[in-house]
């Protein structure tokens, strides 16, 4: 897997999930969104995880979230004349209904099972040769090369950059947010791996980069790069899983009453990637 080049740090904060718990009157549909939330959690089928999340997000009603359909776009990674595809990513896009949009609070949402190790292994396999002969010396060589790329911390793999970005560029070309403003980039991360947590990443990404990402000759001195953060999100209470996933991607904005509901501690994470040092004036 060709990873998109970025030379962003993530300030790698990990906010706490103190989504409002909103109680759901329906008690069928109550009991839907506990099973949805369970089946995402612990689903041994990898490509069933899609499913369960859409179900999270659009069968929670009333719900500001839709779907956008595979056949009306295409994410990939533009830097220049380049344009790296994603769809082996299989990122599945939502975004807030039309009718519903604020102005300065749209994001784009996307879905990703991560699998960016198992991504870069299969490409870093080296075919067998003539007569299935193997070439031990070069895999080895291959071998050094995914653990040099594969972060020790899944969570703060330098690609989930790249789709946040990717979103964002997709945001732009499907004229889903003013071409001048900011760009909300929400990225929901699943790993099979991890029974307990959800991880919300969020990226507010100014115009001015995206810009700079279509014309690399462009500066970079008229904006500042933004911070990447995530939000972990317990699957648990699977009762209120589709309420609290929701707030995070959507944004508090789109859900009333807000009320009260339970905070983690803010603690920092460890930054991947890198960040240009800029002056503050």
């Known amino acids: 897997?060709?990873?998109?080049?970025?030379?962003?740090?993530?300030?790698?904060?990990?906010?706490?999930?103190?989504?409002?718990?909103?109680?759901?009157?329906?008690?069928?549909?109550?009991?839907?969104?506990?099973?949805?939330?369970?089946?995402?959690?612990?689903?041994?089928?990898?490509?069933?995880?899609?499913?369960?999340?859409?179900?999270?997000?659009?069968?929670?009603?009333?719900t500001p979230i839709t779907f956008i359909h595979e056949s009306d776009y295409r994410i990939n990674f533009d830097y220049g004349h380049y344009r790296v595809p994603l769809w082996n990513s299989k990122i599945q896009i939502y975004c807030v209904k039309e009718e519903l949009r604020i102005p300065d609070a749209n994001p784009i949402i996307g879905y990703y099972r991560y699998n960016a190790d198992k991504e870069r292994q299969q490409k870093l396999e080296v075919p067998p040769g003539p007569k299935g002969i193997t070439n031990d010396p070069f895999q080895r060589i291959c071998d050094i090369r995914y653990r040099q790329a594969t972060p020790a911390d899944w969570r703060h793999d330098p690609y989930l950059v790249g789709l946040l970005l990717s979103l964002a560029q997709l945001q732009d070309r499907m004229a889903l947010a003013p071409p001048e403003?900011?760009?909300?980039?929400?990225?929901?991360?699943?790993?099979?791996?991890?029974?307990?947590?959800?991880?919300?990443?969020k990226a507010d990404i100014p115009h001015q980069l995206l810009d700079s990402l279509d014309v690399p000759t462009r500066t970079i001195e008229d904006f500042v790069f933004p911070s990447i953060d995530y939000v972990v999100v317990p699957?648990?209470?699977?009762?209120?899983?589709?309420?609290?996933?929701?707030?995070?991607?959507?944004?508090a904005e789109y859900f009333s009453p807000p009320g009260p509901g339970p905070s983690d501690q803010v603690s920092p994470s460890e930054p991947h990637g890198e960040k240009r040092k800029r002056d503050q004036e």
């Open 181 to 201: 403003g900011t760009f909300l980039a929400r990225l929901l991360v699943t790993n099979m791996t991890d029974l307990t947590n959800a991880y919300v990443y």
């Open 235 to 251: 699957f648990e209470p699977y009762s209120t899983f589709a309420d609290r996933v929701r707030v995070q991607l959507a944004g």
């Open 1 to 62: 897997m060709k990873e998109p080049p970025t030379n962003q740090r993530t300030s790698g904060r990990v906010e706490s999930d103190d989504a409002p718990e909103s109680v759901v009157v329906d008690t069928a549909q109550a009991e839907q969104m506990t099973k949805s939330a369970l089946k995402l959690a612990r689903e041994k089928l990898a490509d069933m995880k899609r499913f369960w999340v859409a179900e999270l997000l659009l069968g929670n009603k009333p």
